[in-house]
């Protein structure tokens, strides 16, 4: 049994040269608090990024996810976790290497990335220690619901983690020669609440009652709403995720701070997003190993009500019966208000 914290690096963390030993010992510090097992980490620096993903997730013992697509709404993944073991003792960190080349990016966004990275790891060995099986919880209706209720979580809880240890350990000079505790808001120019708010237009509405709509009127078969369904509040839910923690680091609430009256907040992920929230608000950021597994199944609970919820807003309402689940499709909600243009 890995018993301790052992750290490998293969390939050259550049510029990251001095965050991974310091990430790595954020991550140590917050196990043993946690009286967590130990965990060995390889960190890999790799030119061609899917491909060691890939690479990696074959040779772990997990169920190999066979495709990566890194792209996501607002940006692509440069890093990913995999956990090469089913009891989380053993992940690799695979690392872009464009990105530590990149000029546009920061000290500081290498160092967050390399504390979110490292925080993957504590709560994926605190979730095989309770023995959580997110895809059996008995409270779970819909497993795509489920799944992507997970995601989102899971990267709000690394991003809270990465950002108050980025608060404590960065600094920043501002124009008027004073310094401040680096934000996660600061560092990145609140850009994934910018890119929440972009993609009410881009992506949300009209682009989701539309979808629906076209099963509606014979243009797409229910097989193809459901993934396109599936697939699009994927991405969205998961850039909430990062954009809460974003937003929570100056401590703001809500992501859609100016953007309430639009009708992708209003009729849709506004509500949904607030049971979300309001549930992660009476939890700490993370649970000991005692607890963690109840408030992470609460949390998902909670979570996978509200985006069957989303869907009920869409006209999609997941029936589960005997037979297993069945969609029924109705009008989705629509903005009634004709706002005049002036
Ligand atoms: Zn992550």
Redesign the pocket.
């Known amino acids: 049994m890995q018993t301790d914290f052992p750290l490998v690096v293969v390939g050259d963390p550049g510029r990251a040269a001095e965050f991974v030993p310091l990430a790595h010992r954020c991550m140590t510090e917050l196990a043993t608090a946690l009286h967590l097992p130990g965990i060995a980490i390889t960190v890999r620096v790799v030119d061609d990024f899917v491909a060691a993903v890939l690479d990696a997730a074959a040779r772990g013992e997990l169920p190999n996810f066979g495709s990566y697509d890194p792209e996501r709404v607002g940006g692509i993944a440069a890093a990913k976790n995999i956990v090469m073991t089913a009891d989380g003792s053993v992940v690799e960190i695979i690392v872009d290497a464009g990105l530590l080349a990149d000029p546009d990016v920061t000290p500081g966004h290498l160092l967050w990335l390399l504390l979110?990275e490292f925080m993957?790891p504590v709560s994926g060995r605190l979730r095989a220690t309770c023995g959580t099986d997110l895809t059996t919880s008995p409270n779970s209706r819909c497993a795509e619901a489920r799944k992507i209720a997970y995601r989102a979580l899971e990267?709000l809880r690394?991003d809270r983690l990465a950002g108050a240890l980025l608060t404590q350990t960065a600094t920043v000079t501002l124009d008027d020669g004073t310094t401040q505790p680096l934000t996660l808001a600061r560092l990145n120019d609140l850009g994934y609440t910018l890119s929440v708010h972009a993609a009410l237009d881009d992506r949300v509405y009209p682009g989701w009652p539309d979808l629906v709509d076209q099963y509606r009127t014979w243009q797409i078969p229910l097989e193809q709403l459901w993934n396109d369904l599936v697939h699009a509040t994927d991405g969205v839910i998961n850039l909430l995720g990062r954009a809460q923690a974003e937003v929570e680091s100056i401590g703001h609430a809500s992501v859609f701070r100016g953007v309430e009256e639009h009708p992708a907040v209003r009729l849709y992920l506004g509500p949904v997003w607030q049971q979300v929230t309001d549930a992660l608000a009476r939890q700490p950021a993370l649970a000991p190993a005692t607890a963690f597994g109840d408030q992470e199944q609460q949390a998902l609970d909670v979570a996978e009500a509200a985006i069957l919820d989303l869907w009920q807003r869409l006209g999609v309402e997941v029936a589960v019966t005997d037979a297993g689940m069945r969609l029924n499709v109705a009008a989705p909600a629509r903005d009634a208000v004709q706002h005049a243009v002036s």
Do not use: S
């Open positions: 979110h993957h990267e690394c």
